[in-house]
C-alpha cells in the first residue's frame, strides 16, 4: 500500500471507447482515412537488493491508440505493480531496543486500466483521460483534462493540464476521538473492501495542475519550463507502519498531517552539437511543499545515433532533499519526556534529509516502413527501447533502532517495444 495512488476494467475501457466512436461517427463523414493503430508494451523491474529486506517490483503495462480520424485518437490501456519482499513494521529511534524492529513479508498486486481520448485541430488539441486502479487495501479513481496549443510556425508550445483524484485506503476501524497515540497500525489487508468489521475506508483526495512552455529557439537548441503544483487531503499515512513514541517502547499508528501542498518549477534545455553529432540535456527542479521539505534535482544527458537505426542516450541525476517539520529520527526526546515528540510522527525515510545519484543509460532501436513495404508486411514502424539505471540513495538521519539501513541501493531495468500499423 502506498499514500498516494492506486478482471473485468478492461470490458469497461472498451465500451467507453466504442461509445466515442459511435457518437463521433455520427458528426464526421463517412470518406474519413484509414485507421492508424499504435500500440506500446513496457515492462519495469525495479529490486532492492538488500540483505536484510529485499525488495522486488515488476511492472508491466500495455497502452493501444487508434486514430480513426486525424483529428481524433482514443486509446486504452492496462498496468500492474507486482510486488514482493519485506518491509519493517515499526520504526524504532535510536534510544529504541533494537529487537523492537521486525521485517515483514510483502506481496501486493496492483492494477489499473485507462483510457482516454485527444481531439487535435490545427494549432490546437483537447485531451481527457481516466483511470482506476485496485489493490487489496487501495482504490483509486482519477481523470485528468488537458489543453494545448502552438504558435509562431509551431516554435512555441504552451500545455496546460489538470487532474483530479478520488482515493479510498483500508485502515483500522478505530474511533475518531481515539487519541493519534493509542492507534494501532493495520496487521494485513485481510477484510479490506470486504464489508469488516475491524476496517474502515479513509478518503483522499488530490487535486493536480500543470503549465508548461516549450520553446524552439534555433533548429539546434529547446528549452522546456514547467510549473506544477498539488493539492492532498485525506490519510496521508502508511497505515501499516508504526512508529515507537516513547522511552518505553509503546509504539502508535504513523501520523501525518491530514493536508499537504505541494509545488515545483523545472527547466530543460537541449542543445545538438553539430561536431560531435550529439544532443545534450541539462534538466533543473526545484520543489517545496507545506511540509517544510525543499529539494533540487540536477540531471544531465547526451544522447546520439551510433547507426542511422540505433539512438544512445547517458545520463547522472543528482536529488538532494530536506527533512519535513514533524521529522525525527526518534520520537522519544520529545516534551514530556515519556512522550511523543510533537503533534506528528513518521516512520517514511523519504520524509528524511536524503540525496540520492542515479546514473543510467537507454538504448532504442527503430525500423520504418511504409505502407507499401510495410515491416513483416503489417507494421509501419516498429522500435525496442532497453534502459538500466541504478541508484544510491544516502540517508543523513534515518536508522532503524540506530542501525543504519542497508536497502540504499537499487537497479532499474526496462524493456519496451512499440508498433504502428
Known amino acids: 500500500m502506498?499514500?498516494?495512488?492506486?478482471?473485468?476494467?478492461?470490458?469497461?475501457?472498451?465500451?467507453?471507447?466504442?461509445?466515442?466512436?459511435?457518437?463521433?461517427s455520427l458528426l464526421v463523414p463517412t470518406r474519413a482515412r484509414a485507421q492508424v493503430v499504435e500500440t506500446r508494451l513496457r515492462a519495469t523491474v525495479f529490486h532492492e537488493p538488500s540483505p536484510t529486506s529485499k525488495m522486488t517490483v515488476l511492472t508491466p503495462s500495455a497502452q493501444l491508440e487508434v486514430s480513426p480520424w486525424e483529428f481524433l485518437s482514443v486509446n486504452a490501456g492496462y498496468e500492474a505493480d507486482i510486488v514482493?519482499?519485506?518491509?519493517?513494521e515499526v520504526k524504532a529511534g535510536t534510544s529504541s531496543p533494537p529487537d523492537v524492529v521486525s521485517a515483514a513479508s510483502v506481496h501486493d498486486l496492483r492494477h489499473v486500466v485507462n483510457g482516454g481520448l485527444t481531439i487535435t485541430r490545427k494549432h490546437t488539441h483537447l485531451g481527457a483521460s481516466y483511470a482506476y486502479g485496485t489493490e487489496r487495501d487501495y482504490r483509486s479513481n482519477s481523470f485528468t483534462v488537458n489543453a494545448g496549443s502552438d504558435f509562431f510556425q509551431k516554435n512555441t508550445q504552451i500545455e496546460l493540464s489538470y487532474g483530479r483524484g478520488?482515493?479510498?485506503?483500508?485502515?483500522?476501524?478505530?474511533?475518531?476521538?481515539?487519541?493519534?497515540?493509542?492507534?494501532?497500525?493495520?496487521d494485513s489487508s485481510k477484510g479490506c473492501f470486504a464489508g469488516a468489521k475491524t476496517r474502515r475506508l479513509m478518503p483522499i483526495d488530490l487535486d493536480s495542475f500543470q503549465i508548461g512552455w516549450t520553446q524552439s529557439w534555433t533548429p539546434l537548441f529547446t528549452t522546456q519550463l514547467v510549473f506544477s503544483g498539488q493539492l492532498q487531503h485525506g490519510f496521508l499515512s502508511n497505515a501499516y507502519?508504526?512508529?515507537?513514541?516513547?522511552?518505553?517502547?509503546?509504539?502508535?499508528?504513523?501520523?501525518?498531517?491530514?493536508?499537504?501542498?505541494?509545488?515545483?518549477?523545472?527547466?530543460?534545455?537541449?542543445?545538438?552539437?553539430?561536431?560531435?553529432?550529439?544532443?545534450?540535456?541539462?534538466?533543473?527542479?526545484?520543489?517545496?511543499?507545506?511540509?517544510?521539505?525543499?529539494?533540487?534535482?540536477?540531471?544531465?544527458?547526451a544522447e546520439r545515433y551510433m547507426l542511422p537505426w540505433l539512438r544512445l542516450m547517458l545520463r547522472g541525476r543528482f536529488y538532494t532533499q530536506t527533512g519535513a517539520l514533524f521529522w525525527s529520527d526518534d520520537y522519544t526526546g520529545g516534551e514530556p519526556i515519556t512522550g511523543p515528540r510533537g503533534q506528528y510522527w513518521s516512520g517514511d525515510r523519504e520524509l528524511s534529509p536524503l540525496q540520492n545519484f542515479l546514473g543510467g543509460g537507454r538504448l532504442i532501436a527503430t525500423w520504418n516502413g511504409h505502407k507499401g513495404d510495410r515491416i513483416a508486411g503489417m507494421l509501419l514502424s516498429v522500435s525496442t527501447e532497453a534502459t538500466l539505471d541504478v541508484i544510491k540513495t544516502k540517508l543523513d538521519q534515518f536508522t532503524w533502532a540506530g542501525r543504519a539501513?542497508?536497502?540504499?541501493?537499487a537497479i532499474v531495468g526496462g524493456l519496451g517495444i512499440d508498433g504502428q500499423f
Open 2 to 24: 502506498t499514500t498516494l495512488r492506486h478482471t473485468s476494467r478492461s470490458g469497461s475501457s472498451s465500451a467507453f471507447a466504442a461509445l466515442v466512436m459511435a457518437f463521433v
Open 84 to 88: 514482493s519482499g519485506a518491509s519493517e
Open 166 to 186: 478520488f482515493d479510498k485506503v483500508c485502515n483500522v476501524k478505530y474511533a475518531d476521538t481515539l487519541s493519534p497515540t493509542l492507534r494501532p497500525r493495520l
Open 241 to 301: 507502519r508504526s512508529v515507537v513514541i516513547s522511552a518505553a517502547g509503546s509504539a502508535a499508528q504513523e501520523h501525518h498531517p491530514d493536508n499537504r501542498a505541494r509545488t515545483a518549477a523545472a527547466i530543460r534545455a537541449k542543445y545538438y552539437v553539430k561536431p560531435l553529432a550529439t544532443a545534450f540535456g541539462i534538466d533543473a527542479r526545484i520543489y517545496r511543499d507545506t511540509w517544510d521539505i525543499l529539494s533540487q534535482t540536477y540531471e544531465i544527458n
Open 405 to 409: 539501513p542497508d536497502d540504499t541501493f
